[in-house]
């Protein structure tokens, strides 16, 4: 819909929609109100996707990182900001009777208060959108350029230009002939003897299947799902474990020592993204960086529940800490990454479309996730030794590290995924101007 009704009025819409159902969930008086508003919420939540592409659009090579980073950027602010006024403006009347009262109208509906503040935060952003956000303009045909093979005495007949089009420069990163045709789509839909002058509604022509049958799309695609077991399973294993009795090899943590690992390993992240990961992924290429950031994941992982062991407390929270910064470091830099690589295997005017495929793909990642991060992490509980009920517990590495020697094997198969994928998904495609 962005692609085609315009960017700037959908980012406007969407943000829209969201600000009214966040403000009616503030109004919630049951279980099943808060269900219906919540899933109406999320099914508007398209500003990030849009969002994504109009940062694409804007920014070049040599930026198009920072730009991403500052979408990075806002889930660790929420991470900071987000349980801070949920924690201080959750029932009020609870919170502060003196100031509200029992018949004031916070005190009867008690999330109303941070979803207030919320819906501010949303009708601010939507009237930055207006004034900010260029007007979407009509695209100009796109240029085409194409690979031209030698024919007899040097000669290009309208024949070889239809058949060319199969071997779209857009794959590579220059071009290997002396000869080069560039066309514009428009004009290439009339050219003689072309298959694409007959009107067709075949699958590989529309928007889905073009992103199937491009590789190079497809397969960052399918990488964004898989990214998802360890990227979110990290996420969702940290505050699990951390709350996990010592008795079962845990931490033992309450929820405020668990906010506050959480809050200071966001900070850090807010801080460095923007100085540290355009830098690093402008410098090593997309691909690189993308490997070492999991391969890093992988040597980090096991340095948490290992970290158990360490009697000293200021040890034990240095150790900690550090890595878990350096966990929720490298989780966001993949993310970053694999986002560039998704809008530069994509054509310009299919950019919102591949974003929310690519988000699509990446939440069936996420529905799988969960459960089996928490089916694997349950299980490995009962062979944690030195306890009571477990009688027959099978001990490492089957206790309480299983779960993140799981993770670390994603993020060896996120690394090897790499490989498959294209050189010239770390760069901007030179197909469309």
Not at 152 to 165: A, F, H, I, Q
Not at 297 to 322: C, D, G, Q
Request: aromatic share 14%.
């Amino acid at each position: 819909m962005a692609d085609r009704y315009g960017r700037k009025k959908l980012i406007i819409v969407a943000a829209s929609t969201s600000c009214i159902f966040t403000l009616a969930f503030g109004f919630t008086w049951s279980i099943e109100w808060a269900i219906v508003t919540r899933l109406f919420a999320g099914m508007s939540m398209g500003m990030v996707v849009i969002g994504k592409a109009l940062i694409f659009q804007v920014t070049d090579e040599t930026n198009s990182g920072l730009g991403m980073a500052f979408i990075i950027g806002g889930f660790s602010l929420g991470l900071i900001v987000g349980p801070v006024v949920g924690g201080f403006l959750a029932f009020p009347g609870e919170l502060y009777p003196e100031t509200f009262s029992e018949d004031s109208l916070f005190s009867k509906f008690g999330v109303l208060l941070p979803n207030l503040v919320v819906t501010l935060g949303y009708i601010l952003a939507i009237i930055s959108a207006i004034i900010y956000i260029p007007n979407d303009t009509k695209s100009t045909p796109s240029v085409t350029y194409i690979k031209l093979e030698d024919e007899e005495n040097n000669k290009t007949s309208y024949r070889v230009k239809t058949y060319l089009l199969q071997t779209c420069i857009r794959k590579e990163n220059t071009l290997p002939t002396s000869y080069q045709l560039q066309i514009t789509k428009s004009e290439f839909q009339h050219l003689p003897n072309s298959r694409n002058n007959k009107k067709t509604n075949s699958f590989k022509d529309s928007k889905l299947g073009k992103i199937i049958f491009d590789k190079g799309c497809f397969r960052v695609c399918v990488l964004y799902a898989l990214y998802a077991f360890l990227g979110v399973g990290f996420d969702e294993l940290f505050p699990l474990y951390a709350a996990t009795s010592r008795d079962y090899a845990g931490f033992g943590f309450n929820t405020s020592e668990i906010g506050t690992s959480l809050m200071i390993a966001a900070i850090v992240v807010l801080i460095t993204q923007f100085i540290v990961m355009s830098r690093i992924t402008q410098y090593f290429g997309l691909r690189k960086t993308f490997v070492c950031a999991c391969l890093a994941a992988t040597f980090f992982l096991p340095i948490i529940p290992l970290s158990y062991h360490i009697e000293n407390k200021r040890v034990f929270w240095f150790v900690m800490l550090s890595a878990l910064i350096m966990l929720r470091f490298v989780v966001a830099l993949a993310f970053l990454i694999i986002n560039l690589m998704l809008n530069n295997a994509s054509d310009p005017e299919l950019l919102g479309f591949v974003n929310g495929f690519g988000m699509t793909v990446s939440t069936i990642g996420r529905a799988l996730t969960v459960p089996m991060v928490g089916s694997i992490f349950g299980w490995s509980l009962t062979n944690v030794k030195n306890v009571t009920e477990n009688k027959d517990a099978l001990g490492f590495p089957l206790n309480q590290y299983l779960v993140f020697f799981v993770l670390a094997l994603f993020g060896i198969l996120n690394a090897f995924f790499v490989y498959f994928l294209p050189e010239s998904l770390d760069k901007k495609s030179i197909v469309s101007k």
